[in-house]
């Protein structure tokens, strides 16, 4: 009797242990699978996050690109005693400080506290660009907004006018009282050709080919000058002036020698040396900046992906051993699961 007892108190102790190996297996596999699944969930989120960190990249590429594009050098020649709107193609106009030649103060804006060195002749606009009233050859020379340039202006004197090739020449309609205005030009030798009409109701005409030709502050705007643009303009049957074109053939050194330098309408040839240092392009620079950025941004976005599939497939492995060795132990009890049904 004793014996026995004995040997069933031993059999039902092997029961229970086999019955708590049993549920620690269980518990254990349950775990793996719930751990497996949060990492499945991770993946996603990671992916996401990497696929917004490289849109906010593009986004403030994209944005400087456009500031800087926006903020391109405007090389201005405007005769004497007319007026000009320089744009300097920021996004906040609340903080702005203008300056001459980059030391001279004209306007400044702090929020709603403005400070202007001449109110007759500088005028702040509430997009933060500047209006330069009355010119003369004082104005001449370049302009910085919040310390970066922004135009360089060249006022012309007289009739006779000198501007470089690629400059932007405005033509003021002055003297004429009417309100249609058209613009006349006549090469060295050729006729009269009307190139832009200015009607009453303040629509414009370009009456030559191309897009260089526009109505901007209040006169003729002639973009990139060339050498055809060369030759008398006249407004309403007065002459206005006489365009000399200067083309500027530049040597491949860091000086830049001016020969030959050829006004077309004239017929005459001018020997200068211009000596220009030469700078460096901001935009070149950052397109630079912006492709180094990207292949980073893409090499990483490619070592993240490698690393989450590594570690996934080292816990699929992980999960994948610990599945079989419970479906192993589950083959081993399965006689004993049997007995204990028979029993």
């Given at each position: ?5 004995s040997?069933?108190?031993?059999c ?18 349950e ?8 990492f ?7 992916f ?12 403030t590429?994209l ?9 391109a050098?405007?090389r201005?020649?405007?005769?004497e005693d007319h007026?000009v709107?320089l ?5 906040d ?6 300056s ?22 500088y ?8 209006r330069?009233?009355?010119?003369d050859?004082s104005?001449s020379?370049?302009?910085?907004c919040?310390?970066r340039?922004?135009?360089e202006?060249?006022?012309?004197t007289?009739h ?5 090739a690629?400059?932007t ?5 002055s003297?004429?009282s ?16 009307a190139?832009f009409?200015?009607f ?10 191309g ?9 003729l705007?002639?973009?990139?000058l ?8 006249l ?7 006489r365009?000399?074109?200067?083309t500027v053939?530049?040597?491949?050194t860091?000086?830049q ?10 017929g ?12 460096k392009r ?5 397109l ?22 590594s ?5 699929k ?19 004993w699961k049997t007995s204990?049904?028979?029993?």
């Open positions: 009797t004793k014996t026995l007892s040997s069933q108190s031993h039902s102790g092997k029961r229970k242990k086999n019955s708590r190996d049993e549920w620690k297996s269980v518990s254990h596999t775990a793996s699978v719930r751990s497996a699944a949060q499945d969930g991770l993946y996603p989120k990671m996401s996050l990497m696929i917004f960190c490289h849109v906010w990249f593009l986004h590429v944005i400087c690109c456009g500031e800087n594009a926006t903020g050098v405007i201005f020649s405007v005769p007026h709107c744009q300097w193609g920021g996004s106009s609340s903080d702005v400080v203008w001459h030649q980059d030391r001279k103060v004209l306007v400044t804006r702090q929020g709603s506290y403005e400070t202007n060195e001449d109110p007759q002749r005028r702040l606009q509430p997009d933060g660009s500047l330069l009233l009355q010119l050859d104005d020379g370049e302009y910085h919040n310390q340039l922004v135009a202006l060249q006022v012309l007289g006779d006018f000198m501007v470089s690629g400059r020449l405005l033509l003021p309609c003297g004429s009417k309100l249609k205005q058209r613009w006349i030009h006549r090469r060295e030798g050729g006729r009269r050709e190139i009409t200015r009453r109701n303040g629509t414009v005409t370009p009456e030559r080919e897009s260089r030709l526009s109505y901007e502050n209040d006169a705007q002639i973009q990139d060339q050498t055809e643009d060369a030759g008398e303009y407004c309403n049957g007065k002459l206005l002036a365009v000399t074109v200067l053939q530049p040597e491949p860091s000086v020698q001016t020969t030959s330098t050829t006004a077309t309408p004239a005459m040839n001018t020997d200068g040396v211009e000596i220009k240092k030469k700078k901001p935009e070149n620079a950052l630079v900046a912006v492709v180094v950025g990207l292949g980073l941004m893409i090499l990483l976005m490619a070592a993240v992906c490698v690393l989450l599939t570690v996934k497939c080292r816990r492995k992980k999960y994948g051993r610990a599945a079989a060795a419970q479906r192993h132990e589950d083959t081993e009890l399965q006689p204990k049904q028979t029993g």
